[in-house]
């Protein structure tokens, strides 16, 4: 069974970083993108970064460029979301998916259960 969990939630301060984790299990690794999605209270979901298991290729949404940095380890089965500069509007539970690629949402086949990243003082 396809299972991804995502770890490194927290609460942070604005300014501060966290780096989330999101590893898979039991699923053919090489021909995903796993992308980081984030729902805020009220909000849809939204995606955040995507990032090709196979050639490494990125994408970022315009709120985060130039302060997140996706990235993975293939031997590992994990991507990872490094936040930097956090705001108080990146609170939002982050989810981590497998699938096609691009952003919609629809598409996305596995996900994992999500992590609280709460950006507050």
């Known amino acids: 069974q396809v299972q991804l969990v995502e770890s490194g939630g927290g609460l942070v301060q604005p300014g501060g970083s966290l780096r989330l984790s999101c590893a898979a299990s039991e699923f053919t690794w090489d021909y995903y993108v796993i992308g980081w999605f984030r729902q805020a209270p009220g909000k849809g979901r939204e995606g955040v970064s995507l990032i090709s298991t196979s050639d490494g290729s990125t994408y970022y949404a315009d709120s985060v460029k130039g302060r997140f940095t996706i990235s993975r380890d293939n031997s590992k089965k994990t991507v990872y979301l490094q936040m930097n500069s956090l705001k108080p509007e990146d609170t939002a539970v982050y989810y981590c998916?497998?699938?096609?690629?691009?952003?919609?949402?629809?598409?996305?086949?596995?996900w994992g259960p999500g992590t609280q990243v709460t950006v507050s003082s």
């Open positions: 998916a497998a699938g096609p690629g691009g952003l919609v949402i629809s598409e996305y086949e596995h």
